[in-house]
């Protein structure tokens, strides 16, 4: 897989993600603050997940999202973490592990690819890390 196929999967995959994640936590959440905000940065998530999807398609790249084993998996922790404490602090702390884990995986391939992947491609995964970066930093509040 050529290094713009793997960004744009990468993209697709975490924002899909994301988007998994945050529709069942915004049904979990009894804190309106929190719900709020989870369903702006849902928009967010999804506005990628949009961008990354039409790029694939545009360079004829077929888009690999999440496996259904890998969907399952998420969904089940996410219910498991949550059943005893789906307090604001709990589930903004689960956002920002899985949040760090995005953003320190996009690093290691913004350093590994920098020069074979097109600009536009780059920018959009840069665009997704800054994203991450500051959802960790609007979280820390409900911590």
């Known amino acids: ?15 899909q993600m994301g988007v998994d994640t945050l529709q ?3 049904d979990i959440t009894d804190d309106m603050a929190l719900r709020d905000y989870l369903e702006k940065q ?3 998530y999804e506005k990628f997940h949009k961008e990354a999807r039409q790029l694939l398609n545009d360079n004829g790249i077929d888009e690999k999202g999440l496996g259904t084993f890998e969907k399952l998996r998420t969904y089940l922790m996410v219910n498991m973490q949550t059943m005893t404490d789906h307090s604001a602090s709990h589930i903004a702390k689960m956002l920002i592990q899985g ?3 995005g953003i320190t995986e996009a690093v290691k391939k913004l350093h590994q690819y920098e020069n074979d ?13 800054e994203y991450e970066e500051a959802n960790v930093e609007k979280l820390k509040e409900f911590l």
């Open 99 to 101: 949040s760090s884990m």
């Open 117 to 129: 992947v097109e600009k536009h491609i780059k920018k959009l995964m840069e665009d997704l890390k």
């Open 42 to 44: 849902l928009v967010g």
């Open 1 to 15: 897989m050529n290094a713009n196929a793997e960004f744009l999967n990468y993209v697709y995959q975490n924002s």
């Open 24 to 26: 069942q936590l915004i």
